[in-house]
Nanobody, 124 residues
Framework: QVQLVESGGGLVQAGGSLRLSCAASGRTTSSYTMGWFRQAPGKEREFVARINRSGDSTNYADSVKGRFTISRDNPKNTVYLQMNGLKPEDTAVYYC?????????????????WGQGAQVTVSS
C-alpha cells in the first residue's frame, strides 16, 4: 500500500508556472505507474498525465500537451507535475494517483491509491 500527499498548489496569473509534488510513503513508488488527474468545480475528474515506473514513458491529455511535464524521482519517492503557460481553464483540484497496472492507464478506475488533492487557481 502507498500513501500520497500533494503539495505546491496555489494562485498564479495566467501564463505563469507552478510545480506540484506528490510525496509517497509506504511501498516504494518505483513499483507504481503514477498519474495526475484534476477536477474543476462542477466537472468530472479528468486525466492529466501518466508516467511509467522507470520514468521513460509518459503521456498527456491533449489539453495540457506541450505545457505540462510529468516526472519522477524514485530515490526520493516523489512525482512532479511542472505546469507552464497556465490558463484559467486549468483551475482545478489536482490529484496524484498510483496503480500497479502497466501500460497506459488514463481512467480513474485504473488507479488504486489517491492523494487528498492540491488546489490550483489561475487568474485571468
Amino acid at each position: 500500500q502507498v500513501q500520497l500527499v500533494e503539495s505546491g498548489g496555489g494562485l498564479v496569473q495566467a501564463g505563469g508556472s507552478l510545480r506540484l509534488s506528490c510525496a509517497a510513503s509506504g511501498r516504494t513508488t518505483s513499483s507504481y505507474t503514477m498519474g495526475w488527474f484534476r477536477q474543476a468545480p462542477g466537472k468530472e475528474r479528468e486525466f492529466v498525465a501518466r508516467i511509467n515506473r522507470s520514468g521513460d514513458s509518459t503521456n498527456y491529455a491533449d489539453s495540457v500537451k506541450g505545457r505540462f511535464t510529468i516526472s519522477r524521482d524514485n530515490p526520493k519517492n516523489t512525482v512532479y507535475l511542472q505546469m507552464n503557460g497556465l490558463k484559467p481553464e486549468d483551475t482545478a483540484v489536482y490529484y496524484c494517483a498510483a496503480t500497479l497496472r502497466l501500460g497506459h492507464p488514463t481512467r480513474q478506475y485504473e488507479y488504486d491509491y489517491w492523494g487528498q488533492g492540491a488546489q490550483v487557481t489561475v487568474s485571468s
